[in-house]
């Protein structure tokens, strides 16, 4: 896993934080939500100095629509995409590759998110067992080294179905990256602005739009609406896990808005609009999509590039 990543003394930290990741997966992530909670009481400069700078450069994730996360599900090639091109659609100087060779190989696990709410005696939402893993070594890790979190081995046709479900309830599709990993992703998560650890620290700490996102990068596209169409019912508003919208009365009628600056194009409103009003456009303000289709070419070009030069 780590062949692509750093080297030297760095290689070997990385390994023994993925070993560490990944046979402590329920309480890495509690302990690192506790510490997170905590700097943000600190000072916005301490702050930013410690969860931007460091941990966030080194844990992010991409937001994926629903198509694209089946997309990536069904992909039966070797996708290998050069670092540069990469932080297009990463935008983080550190772990950002994107390298997917799985093919069969794919397991769910127990949303450690959910998990912490859950042994806190907190609220949570329901299934548990939501977390997707790609790849033989993460697969074999989550099956043979963390029992707690009653992982297995699962098919395509599962793990599709298991995003079908997830995407009528309105959860958001995130792929994790990070350096114990090789820098790359390798975890699809069904994520609700209730439970996720990475959306409570984004919205935490999201000050400005866009540009004050810490943790999580946008899918590439921004949710627009027909107001032809619309009839300002409140449904997407309630459902939208960024906050991206908002009902307004206008000389005493009710109108939608859309607050683009904090729209992370994740599709819930399409999906969830009873008329069919809400869609996605591209938006390059956004950075680049995670279009399954177009990255395969863009993978097969940069293979054969390299023939060509040996």
Not at 127 to 140: A, R
């Amino acid at each position: 896993m780590q062949k692509e990543g750093a080297w030297g003394l760095q290689r070997i930290l990385n390994m023994l934080h993925g070993y560490m990741y990944y046979t402590l997966y329920d309480h890495y992530v509690a302990n690192a939500l506790v510490l997170l909670r905590l700097l943000g009481k600190l000072p916005m400069v301490i702050y930013r100095a410690v969860a931007i700078n460091f941990f966030a450069q080194r844990y992010h994730c991409k937001v994926l629509t629903y198509e694209n996360a089946r997309k990536l599900v069904l992909l039966e090639e070797e996708l290998i995409l050069p670092t540069e091109e990469s932080k297009k659609i990463i935008p983080w100087e550190i772990a950002n590759k994107l390298i997917f060779n799985h093919r069969d190989q794919l397991a769910i696990a127990d949303c450690p998110c959910r998990l912490e709410k859950k042994t806190a005696g907190k609220r949570y939402c329901e299934p548990l067992h939501t977390c997707i893993f790609f790849g033989k070594t993460n697969v074999d890790f989550i099956t043979t080294h963390m029992p707690r979190m009653n992982g297995e081995r699962t098919t395509k046709e599962e793990v599709l179905a298991l995003l079908e479900a997830q995407q009528k309830r309105g959860m958001v599709f995130t792929l994790w990256f990070k350096d114990g990993t090789g820098y790359r992703g390798g975890v699809l998560c069904c994520c609700c602005s209730c439970c996720c650890g990475g959306m409570e620290v984004e919205l935490l700490s999201r000050k400005k739009g866009i540009e004050g996102l810490i943790i999580t990068a946008p899918s590439g596209y921004a949710a627009v609406f027909d107001e032809k169409k619309c009839i300002a019912c409140g449904t997407c508003v309630d459902l939208c896990p960024y906050e991206a919208r908002s009902i307004v009365t206008v000389e005493g009628k009710k109108r939608l808005v859309q607050l683009t600056d904090l729209c992370m194009g994740c599709g819930v409103c399409v999906s969830a609009c009873p008329r069919g009003a809400s869609s996605l456009v591209v938006d390059p303000g956004k950075g680049a999509v995670f279009d399954v289709d177009a990255l395969v070419q863009a993978s097969r070009k940069n293979e054969l590039s390299h023939r060509k030069r040996g």
